[in-house]
C-alpha cells in the first residue's frame, strides 16, 4: 500500500506560481511514476504531469512549458512547479502513483489539493 500526501495548493492571480508537493509513504515499487492529475466538477481527471523513478516525464499539453515536474527518489517526493498559471487551470490537483504495467496496474491517488486561478 502507498499513501500519498498533497500540499501547496491555494489561490493565485494569473500569471503567478505555486508549487504542489507530494510525499508517498508506505511500501511502494522501486519503479514507478508519481505525478498529478487534476479535475474539475463533471468533467474527467486529466493528465498534468508525471515522472518516472528514471526521470522520464509526461505533460499533459494544456501545460506543456509552463508546468515543470522533479522528483526526489531518496525522500519519495514529487514536485510541480506551476508557472504562468491561468483560470483554466483552476481545479482539485490529484497526486497519482503508478507501478507495473504502463505505471497505471496499480494505482494510488492523493486526497486532492484545491488550485484557484483567480482573474
Known amino acids: 500500500q502507498v499513501q500519498l500526501v498533497e500540499s501547496g495548493g491555494g489561490l493565485v492571480e494569473a500569471g503567478g506560481s505555486l508549487t504542489l508537493s507530494c510525499t508517498a509513504s508506505?511500501?511502494?515499487?522501486?519503479?514507478?511514476?508519481m505525478g498529478w492529475y487534476r479535475q474539475n466538477p463533471g468533467k474527467q481527471r486529466e493528465l498534468v504531469a508525471t515522472?518516472?523513478?528514471?526521470?522520464?516525464?509526461n505533460y499533459g499539453s494544456a501545460v506543456k512549458g509552463r508546468f515543470t515536474i522533479s522528483r526526489d527518489n531518496s525522500k519519495k517526493m514529487a514536485f510541480l512547479q506551476m508557472d504562468g498559471l491561468r483560470v483554466e487551470d483552476t481545479a482539485v490537483y490529484y497526486c497519482h502513483y503508478g507501478a507495473g504495467s504502463w505505471y497505471h496496474e496499480y494505482e494510488y491517488w492523493g486526497h486532492g489539493t484545491p488550485v484557484t486561478v483567480s482573474s
Open positions: 515522472m518516472t523513478t528514471d526521470g522520464i516525464t
Open positions: 508506505g511500501s511502494g515499487f522501486l519503479s514507478n511514476s
